[in-house]
């Protein structure tokens, strides 16, 4: 009798231990924790070799080895480690900028430029190579992507992409954009440098100059139609935009003195 309870202790004993032993690998080893403003990357030590236009793992393929091409947002989450290896890296925050302290120049440029909305260039760093001469490239081709991100919080394989922040464009009132075209056919001669108030207004008009705008989809070049003042999200590898004043006056009435209205 005492044997056999020697022998119930001896078993639960060991239960016990192996829990404790399982819960010390499973919370100590095993644990991968991204913070609020973060991002887990999952790597597979073993699997295939990924094919030659591939530097990640495509989702839903796990049977290669490598850097898995999904993140994994903000939380907990287990992993084998004998399996996988795991990197905590942080978002891709694109900022949205505060146009409560905007003041502008003379020229309608801001002043304090981080007030500035951004926007994120994206590189793909695999793919299709894309023909000879493009800069800018369509979904699936390696290099700078047509679309960008808005301002915003993004979970970004760096190991896949690369961003860029560079400022939007800010249309202030009283003044437009005029914007040019850089990628595209041929559309006439065009003039480079900035234009000035005089300037659009020779522009404007078609038929008086019609060698410098282009209305073509295709066409590289100053386009016809301006923009209006706003913010405007804009790929800066095809668009270029100057801003240009066209005349704003501000008049104030203000009656609170006793001496009368004032101007």
């Known amino acids: 009798m005492r044997d056999i309870k020697k022998l119930i202790m001896s078993g639960i004993v060991l239960v016990m231990a192996l829990f404790v032993l399982y819960e010390i690998g499973h919370w100590g080893f095993e644990r991968a924790y991204a913070g609020p403003r973060e991002a887990l990357m999952v790597i597979n030590k073993f699997g295939d070799a990924l094919p030659p ?3 990640v793992v495509p989702t839903g393929q796990n049977h290669f080895k ?3 091409q999904e993140l ?3 939380g907990r989450y287990f992993f084998n ?6 990197k905590v890296v942080p978002l891709v925050e694109i900022a949205a900028g505060d146009p409560a302290r905007w003041e502008f120049t003379s020229d309608g440029q801001i002043k304090d430029r981080s007030t500035i909305p951004m926007v994120g260039l994206v590189a793909l760093k695999e793919g299709k190579t894309p023909p000879p001469g493009m800069d800018v490239v369509e979904a699936g081709y390696k290099g700078i992507q047509r679309e960008v991100l808005t301002p915003g919080t993004y979970k970004i394989n760096t190991q896949q992409f690369e961003v860029t922040l560079e400022p939007a464009t800010v249309v202030p009132p009283g003044s437009v954009g005029v914007v040019t075209r850089l990628i595209g056919e041929a559309g006439g001669p065009v003039e480079s440098q900035a234009l000035t108030t005089a300037a659009v207004a020779t522009t404007m008009p078609a038929a008086n100059v019609p060698s410098r705008l282009v209305a073509g989809p295709k066409q590289r070049g100053i ?3 301006v923009l209006q003042p706003g913010i405007y999200y804009l790929n800066t590898r095809l668009m ?4 240009v ?3 704003y006056d501000a008049i104030t009435l203000d009656h609170s003195s006793s001496t009368g209205i004032k101007f």
């Open 53 to 55: 236009d591939r530097i």
């Open 66 to 68: 490598g850097m898995q």
């Open 72 to 74: 994994l947002g903000p």
């Open 81 to 86: 480690p004998i399996t996988h290896d795991w």
């Open 223 to 225: 386009l016809r139609d």
């Open 240 to 243: 270029k935009v100057s801003i």
């Open 245 to 247: 004043p066209v005349g």
